[in-house]
Structure formats: C-alpha cells, structure tokens
C-alpha cells in the first residue's frame, strides 16, 4: 500500500488500494491475433529517442526513451571526493537511480526503495569498468538518473543514459555502453519488452508441479566496439535451460549493436552542432 | 566438490609444545608464580604485595634469577638481527612504511637499502616517482630488523645482497611463536623451491632464484614451470597443516612433512582436507620425535 | 570482499598458475575447497545450518513468524533474508563497512528465492488472506575468506532443509476472531520441501577467457570481476549476475553458464545426500563450534 | 572514421590509427593492443612534436584534464596560514575545470631561495590569482603545488581597498593607494612559453 505519507488524508484504516480491485489488466501475453500487445512481431524493439543536453547545470546529461519508458540522466563531473571515504588513488564512481513517484501506477515511497538501491549499484559496477578510472586520480564521478516513467526495460535504458550522459561530459572511455533486454516466454525470446509483458510473466500463476517451465528476463549492458564486444553487465532473473539463456545472450547483443548505431549518430550530431558554434564563434573574434 | 559432514570429521587435536619432551608449566593470567622476592621480574608477569604474578596466559621459562612467561599466540615484538619478510603499504619521501605482521607498520628508508646500481644513483631517486620504481605498494621484501624505536616501530634495512624484493611465490600468514628460532632463515630447500621463515610469521615460499640477480629490483616474470608449482603448492600446503595443528615450523619439520606427504601418495589439494592433516601432523610429529 | 593489496610478482604467480591448471593450493580450475556443514546446531531456531569453507564461515538461522499476507498474494507465505556481517569477519565490516556487501547478497537471495518453484509457498498458508507463515532467515557471516555467495546459498538450502515448524490448527471461531492452537509436542512438526531450492556458483574470471570456481581471497584480488549463477537441481539457470569491476566477453559468459549446470546438478546432489545421511544418524552429537 | 565538413569526427570507442612508432596516443585517447582508440567524442587533432605526431581528441574547451604531476595550474588562493596556503586549482593548462579542486602549497615550496624566510602573508593574500605548478598528486583532498621559479606566483591581485595591483618588482606590487609585498610571477605575453 506504499508507505504512510504523512500529509495525506488517507482513507479507513481497514480500506485497500485501489489497483488490488481493478480487473487484471491483461489475461493472456498475446492478443488475439497472436502478436504482442503493441502489434509488434517478437524480434522488433520500441522505438527509442535519444537527446543530449537535457540538463545545463550539468557537465554532461542526456534523455532517453524506449517505448513508454522516459528516463533523464546528469553526469556530474570529476570533482574532489564528497563524503570523507578513505583515500584511494582510482576514480569512485558514485551512482544514484531515483523512480519519481509517478513512475509506476501505483505511487511509490519518494524514498528511494529497494529496487532503486539494486539498480544503482548494478549500473555502479558496470560504469566502473567502462569510464578509463586511473585518467580521473582522487576524484569523483557522479552519475544522478531520474526515472520519468517506467515503460519496462528499466536498467537497459539507464545503462543507455548514462552511457550516453558521460559521453556528453567529455569524460574518457573505453566505448559507449548500451543496454538490452530480452524476455522469455514459453519457449520465444521476446526482444524489449514492455512493462505490461514484464509484469505479466512476474505475476503469472504457475502450478507448482510443473518444476521445469521456463521463463524469464535477461537485461545486459554491453560495450560493441571494444576489443570484439565486452559485457560489462548482465543480470537475469527467471528460470532458464543453460543453452537457451545463451541463445538470450547473442539476441541481446546483436540489439545492443543495433542501438550502438543510434547513439553513435546522436554523439556526433551533438559534436558537429559543437563544431560550427565553435567555428562561428571564431569567425566572429576574427571580424 | 566433497562436502563432509562436521560430526563425522575428528577433533582438532592441537600438538602444542617447544622441542622439548616435557612440558614446561603453563600458567593463566593473575596465577601467582612464585612468593620469593630474589627473582628478577620479567615480561608477562608483574609483582603484587611482593608475590610474582602472571599477567599473561602461557608458558613460564627461568634463567637462573629471571622469570618471565611467554604467550603462546603473540603479535611479532621483533628483535634486532631478526630476518623478517614484510609488505609495502604506503611509499613517502625517502622512506617506505612496511607491514610486518606487528602492532604498529616498520619504516624502511631509502639510505639502508643495497642499490645494485651502488651509491651514486641514490639523489636521482629521492622523489616519490623514483620511490615507486623500486618498491610500490603491495610488493613483498625480505628485509632485517636494524632498530627498535622507543615507541615500539621497527626500523628495517636491506643491507646485504640476499635481502630486496622477493619475486613471484606465494606468502603464508602463520603465528610468529611458531617459527624456530635460527640464523639462517633463507632455506632452498632439497625439493627445489625456496622458504623464506620470516621472524614474525610471514613465511614466503618461491621458486630458487639464481644467487646473483638475488637483490635486483627487478621482476622476473616469466612462467614458473608445472612441477616446480607442484612442489611450492605441496611445500604451501605443509606449512599451512603444521600451523594449523600448532607444530613448530622449520625446514626440518617441513620436509619431513613434505616427504611424508609424497610416502602416502596425498593429491596436493585433498592435503588440506581434515583427515589428511590429522594423519600427516600425526607422523610428521612421530617422526621428528625419533 | 576483503581487500588485501598484492604485489605483481605474487598476482602474476596466481595468473600464470590458473593458465597452467594449477592454482596456489593446487587445486584445478573447477575444484571446491573442502567444505563442512552442519545442521541443527541453534536449538531456538526453527531451522540452523552452519557452513565452513576452509575458513569462511557463516551461520544461517530461520525462524517463523506469523503475519498479514501481502495484500496481492493473499495465500502466499513470505521468506525474508537479512544478512549481518559481524566485525570480526574481517576489519573493513565494522560501522558500515560490510553494509554494502550484506545489502548485495540478501539481495541476490531475494532475487534466487523469487521464483514459486524454489519454494512452495502456498503450504506457508494458515488461513488464506488473514494469517499466513513468514520465515525470517538470519545470515550471520563470521569469517570472510572469499566465494561468500556459493556457502551461503548451500548453507541457506540446508538450514531450509532442517526446519521444523510446529503445526498450527484453527480451533474454532468467537466473533470473527479465529483461535490458534500451536501443538506443543516437539515431534508433531512440518517439513520444508527443499527439493528444488536452488544455490549459487561463482565465476572468477582470471584472464581473457579463463573462469575459476570458489575463489581464495588473493585470487578475487587478482582478477576482479565475478558472474554470480543460480542453478537449480533440475539444471535450470536462475538469477544470474554479473558483480565487480570489469568486463566479460560473450564466449567466457557462455561457457561460464554451460560450465554451472553439470557443476550445479552434481553439487545438489550430493549434498542432499549428504544432508539426509546426517538426518539418519540417532543421537548425534552436535559438533558446534567447539 | 566520418569526415564531417573537412575534419574528423569521432565517437569512443571508435578507432583512429595504428600506434606505431610514429603515432602516439594524446588527450582523449587510449592504446589498446597497439591501435589508438578514440575514448571522447570529438574531433580528431594530430599535432607535430619532435618526429611524433600526437593524436588527440577534443571537443572546443570541455576537454577533462586533472592535474598530474608537473602540470601548470592556475588557481584562487583561498586562505594563507604561517606554512600553508591553500588554493582552489581552476584551470589545468589551458582546459578549465569544470568544478574546481583544492591543492595546497607548502611554505617550503613557494620559492626555491632562503627557503626558511618565506612568511607567507608577504607572498599570498586570499582571493590572488597564481600560476602553480604540481608537485604530486598529494592526499586525499589536496594537490601538493609549489610556485617556485620566476613565472610562477601571484599574476592578479587587489589591495584591501579594491584597486588592482600592477607588479612592480619580485616582491611588490603597487596600485594607486598602496605597494603591496606578493610573490610576483614574471608572466610573459601569452604564447611567447608553450605551456
């Protein structure tokens, strides 16, 4: 029922939340016609928009949308060590995912819950192995993503976000990070899926007698370029056959590829736009 | 992947005790040792309306006036003289401090290391870059206590060729009251590989190394090859099961562990499993005995 | 988890070693250290196991509570794990130190418990929608010596396995109000089916391509990136994750995972054997931590 | 690698050249197994120096560059004690920071003459601009910096009623009102020393 928010009136102690009483939205994965709920085939991702420069206080910042899922990013850039960690030589990446309350449909706590807790310090580890940490010595990096709206897919658009906020701040690495996720359900991979097809399979009502029915969700953050493809994160959850989740692997990778091409083309927008201010700029001085 | 099941598994039975066949009296703290005040006071004990007390759980040892009672397990105190092996832990202005296993980190300065290079090369060095060309942090040296400073530090020095930094090998923590006491502590023992006994506790188990690139702060990193693996992982695994079952370490009782272990044909990795070790410190013990 | 700085010359040692199939203790790519467990050892706890790998250590409990069912699951039980990383496991746990790690793995454990086939939890039921069972499992971590997720995720499975919860029967109803009666006798309990609880392998990746099973302390130090992977008895993968700083190609990952179900399947195996081999034995004599 | 309108464009990650004995990895830029990869968005610069050219990335001004060892920083002084004065690094070089870092320069290290008659009230008053240079990375939260040399000091300056200072010797500076002691850096006219 979401934590007691003090400044609310709430309703009878005894009352329930109203989502418990709605009728479950979605029976059945499929709709009628056998394709996916948004009309697309299994293989199609959503359409995804990237922008850079959401954010001008910020070294560097960016906004990406895949499907329903809204997520902004502000990279903070190599400043001197906030809170007083004890001294180590390498950069300390310091990493902080918050869901706004409306993110969801039902509201969540404006605290930062478990799951915001989880999510952080996933991305933490995998933008520790993309950023070149010995160019940054004694400093900090911080990485701020607020989630606008979660349209599933959650950690692979942050992964995209911040990937694509720290190239934005100028700060080096090896290669622009890029996350994916696949779902699998009796016996299809579903490729990006949405927020209604994740639920479904977290909620579906399995009989317990039947031990080995596979399903489940694999999110992977992945470098393209650097040295033929490195996996810098990757978190599944679900039960899998081993040779199926491998088969998962390769699908979520050739998608990460393919969003590579998509980032890579925003980046150099963003650097010609930088250019021609830059060589007016010149001109102008020189009139 | 064997899991064993912990009641089946027997007791650790520690075989505690110096060389000697009988047991010298143990004593607990506050134990009032002796009531006549022509002893001299010692470590570990203290005096009491003029009884002699015991201010430490161990083993009470005499010489002729003097009475002291020594701890079994104990922080390394140092003495001068002693051979030690320590690890760098921060690299400052012209000196290194050293983490030997003691209360407070050693201090080892640049003046008493041996440069191969000899004296002249010693200014160039003085800023902190050319510190961490020769030691960095984390490297392992075999070095000697010179000096004790009033607040209990040790001050190391690396005089001779045989000390410096210590190349590839692996390190074993163990209580320093467990190494024996003897001047030559740098072994190459007879099975091929090399024992550093470290005074307090840090044993350092290497291939031989040539005699002459000894002291060289450089680090040979080429593959060390298979068998002499298996004797460094077969000497490890002895020296880890004579700790563990509290025997004194020195090349003696090692090799003789070691020479046991090959008798009865142990995998080097099942060395470690609780039987084996039972059966192994047993004779190892029964054998030193002899 | 405890971060010990190594020199080059001891990680080249280690690297080289896992190149050449023989790591520092001898053991191959895919050995386990020995491991001890035992179970039933907390006489207030409803379930207790304790797990000993080498020297990590660690002690699960689970006690049932009863409360509310979660208002979208009315007739599901709940498990909840807490981890404490107590300080003397190692000197970076105190004050908030081993926080971050204790939030990591009773994460992961939410996360490998979260499928309905770990763990029927419909039979944690009293009365659908008013009173259901909750287990509170306890992890205590005494000693850190490296592949925590692996002990804890078998020690999790075997104090699951010794759970007795004593059974409750509803023995009428005054005014809306049902009443409880908790049979006292201590033999007229109800077991956990743990048939298809999963646990957890961990993959340390060493070199480009090379992974190694249950990693020392010094070996986690060299190579720092770890995949974590649930498996369950029948093979399947559960909640796999990817911890530390570094990167994987897609072949090591896929080898990793093929790698963890023939490995996952035997380990479940045996220690099921073993775990009902300690249920026949009659007055057995708990060992505990003497 | 894109060629935009007459230069090179270029994304991390991305590869530039190989890293043979002529080519070499600048700012922006990584050698992975002997290729120089590109590791900042931006434009590809190759500059001459001796026989080496320098490849490097950059992107107008934002370039990321932290003091190192040896790099010429400018900085605010933020309070001066009698044996140390600590200082806020704004720029490295010609890159500004984008949040500024804290470094320290100890009395010791002011000037490299009669070094035990330094006070530094008579060299630094807060809020002076200085040229600094890096000594070592220091601890946790300081730089360890030192303005010994001619062209390193105190460059602009307002005596306590506001005036900017002019320097007039080594050792002062005048404005209308008042001569002040500084430790004046010799600044030349800019590009006249390469940085």
């Known amino acids: ?287 | 992947m064997d899991i064993e099941l912990a009641c089946e598994l027997p007791r650790v039975r520690a075989m505690v005790g110096p060389e000697g066949p009988q047991r010298p009296p143990l004593v607990t703290p506050g134990e009032i040792i002796t009531h006549d005040t022509s002893f001299m006071r010692g470590h570990g004990t203290y005096m009491e309306n003029n009884t002699q007390v015991a201010s430490v759980a161990g083993y009470i040892t005499r010489v002729n006036r003097l009475i002291t009672v020594t701890p079994l397990r104990q922080v390394y105190q140092g003495a001068i003289g002693d051979t030690i092996v320590g690890r760098i832990t921060k690299v400052q202005n012209n000196r290194w401090k050293v983490d030997v296993n003691s209360r407070l980190d050693a201090e080892l300065r640049l003046v008493n290391i041996q440069l191969p290079g000899g004296e002249q090369r010693r200014s160039s060095l003085e800023d902190e870059r050319g510190m961490r060309g020769l030691l960095r942090e984390g490297d392992l040296v075999c070095v000697e206590v010179q000096k004790i400073s009033n607040d209990g530090g040790l001050r190391l020095a690396a005089r001779s060729s045989k000390f410096g930094k210590l190349s590839q090998g692996t390190l074993l923590g163990v209580s320093p009251s467990l190494i024996v006491q003897d001047k030559q502590r740098m072994h190459d023992l007879p099975c091929g590989a090399r024992v550093v006994f470290g005074a307090n506790g840090y044993v350092y188990v290497s291939p031989t190394v040539p005699e002459e690139q000894a002291s060289t702060y450089t680090v040979n990193f080429e593959e060390v090859p298979v068998d002499v693996r298996k004797t460094i992982g077969r000497l490890r695994n002895c020296i880890k099961l004579l700790a563990h079952h509290s025997i004194m370490i020195s090349p003696t009782s090692v090799m003789t562990a070691y020479d046991i272990s090959i008798e009865q044909e142990f995998e080097i990795r099942d060395m470690l499993k609780p039987d084996v070790m039972q059966d192994v410190a047993i004779t190892t013990v029964q054998a030193m005995n002899e | 988890m405890v971060d010990i700085n190594l020199s080059d010359a001891e990680k080249c040692y280690i690297i080289d070693g896992v190149k050449l199939g023989i790591r520092v203790d001898g053991r191959d790519r895919l050995d386990y250290r020995h491991l001890e467990i035992e179970t039933g050892l907390v006489s207030t706890a409803n379930g207790s196991a304790r797990v000993r790998l080498d020297r990590t250590d660690v002690l699960i409990t689970v006690k049932m509570e009863m409360d509310r069912p979660s208002p979208d699951q009315p007739n599901q039980g709940r498990l909840r794990f807490f981890v404490n990383c107590s300080a003397n496991a190692a000197p970076e746990f105190e004050g908030r130190g081993g926080e971050d790690l204790a939030t990591t793995l009773s994460a992961m454990m939410d996360r490998l418990y979260s499928s309905p086939y770990t763990l029927d939890r419909s039979c944690l039921c009293v009365v659908p929608g008013k009173h259901v069972k909750v287990l509170y499992v306890d992890i205590e971590i005494l000693d850190c010596a490296g592949n925590l997720f692996d002990a804890v995720s078998i020690g999790v499975k075997a104090a699951l396995w010794a759970t007795h919860l004593p059974r409750i029967y509803v023995t009428g109803e005054d005014g809306g109000e049902l009443e409880f009666e908790v049979s006292d006798n201590p033999h007229d309990t109800e077991r956990i089916n743990v048939s298809n609880a999963p646990i957890l392998i961990t993959h340390l990746r060493i070199t480009e391509n090379l992974t190694i099973v249950d990693p020392t302390p010094e070996e986690e130090e060299c190579g720092p990136v770890q995949v974590v992977v649930g498996v369950t008895p029948s093979g399947l993968i559960t909640a796999l994750q990817q911890l530390g700083q570094g990167t994987f190609t897609t072949q090591t990952l896929s080898a990793a995972i093929k790698l963890t179900r023939e490995l996952g399947m035997k380990i479940h195996t045996h220690l099921t054997a073993k775990l009902r081999q300690e249920e026949s034995m009659e007055n057995r004599e708990i060992r505990g931590f003497l | 690698m894109k060629s935009g309108n007459g230069h090179i464009v270029c994304v991390p990650g991305q590869r530039i050249c190989e890293a043979g004995n002529t080519h070499v990895g600048g700012e922006g830029t990584y050698t992975f197994n002997n290729y120089i990869y590109a590791s900042l968005p931006g434009q590809v610069i190759v500059t001459q120096r001796g026989e080496l050219n320098v490849v490097k990335v950059g992107l107008g001004q934002q370039g990321t560059v932290m003091p190192e060892a040896g790099s010429i920083v400018t900085c605010r002084v933020l309070n001066v004690s009698p044996n140390l004065a600590t200082v806020s690094i704004i720029c490295v070089g010609p890159h500004k920071l984008h949040t500024p870092v804290s470094g320290t320069i100890r009395k010791q290290n002011v000037r490299d003459h009669q070094i035990d008659t330094v006070e530094m009230y008579n060299c630094f008053r807060p809020d002076d601009i200085i040229l600094a240079i890096v000594v070592s990375l220091g601890d946790l939260r300081h730089y360890e910096l030192s303005t010994a040399g001619t062209e390193l000091g105190v460059v602009t300056a307002r005596c306590e009623d506001g005036h900017p200072l002019v320097p007039a010797s080594w050792t002062t500076m005048k404005c209308k009102c008042r001569t002040e002691r500084r430790k004046v850096a010799k600044v030349m006219p800019p590009g006249s020393h390469n940085v």
């Open chain 1, 1 to 287: 029922m979401g934590s007691r928010d003090s400044r609310r009136i709430l309703g009878p102690e005894k009352s329930v939340a109203y989502s418990l009483l709605q009728p479950p939205c979605q029976r059945s994965f499929l709709n009628s016609t056998n394709t996916r709920t948004d009309g697309r085939s299994p293989a199609d991702t959503r359409k995804h928009f990237l922008s850079v420069g959401l954010i001008s206080e910020a070294k560097g910042s960016s906004y990406v949308e895949a499907g329903n899922t809204k997520v902004c990013c502000g990279v903070y850039g190599p400043r001197d060590v906030q809170r007083g960690s004890d001294f180590k030589m390498s950069c300390q990446v310091v990493c902080q995912v918050k869901m706004s309350p409306f993110s969801c449909p039902v509201r969540l706590p404006p605290m930062s819950g478990d799951r915001d807790r989880e999510m952080s310090r996933q991305l933490k580890n995998a933008l520790e192995s993309v950023i070149i940490l010995d160019k940054f010595p004694k400093s900090e990096i911080d990485v701020y993503i607020t989630v606008v709206e979660d349209g599933g897919g959650l950690l692979a658009a942050c992964v995209t976000a911040a990937g694509l906020a720290l190239a934005h701040a100028n700060i080096d690495m090896y290669d622009i990070v890029v996350g994916a996720s696949v779902l699998y359900h009796d016996k299809i991979m579903y490729v990006d899926p949405s927020r209604q097809e994740e639920e479904f399979e977290a909620k579906a009502l399995r009989d317990p007698n039947n031990k080995n029915e596979e399903w489940g969700q694999l999110t992977v953050g992945m470098m393209p370029k650097y040295a033929s493809g490195q996996v810098a994160l990757m978190i599944q959850s679900g039960q899998m056959e081993a040779n199926n989740l491998v088969e998962g692997l390769e699908l979520a990778t050739d998608l990460c590829t393919k969003l590579y091409n998509l980032v890579k083309k925003t980046l150099l927008e963003h650097v010609e736009i930088i250019l021609k201010e830059e060589k007016e700029a010149i001109e102008g001085a020189d009139t």
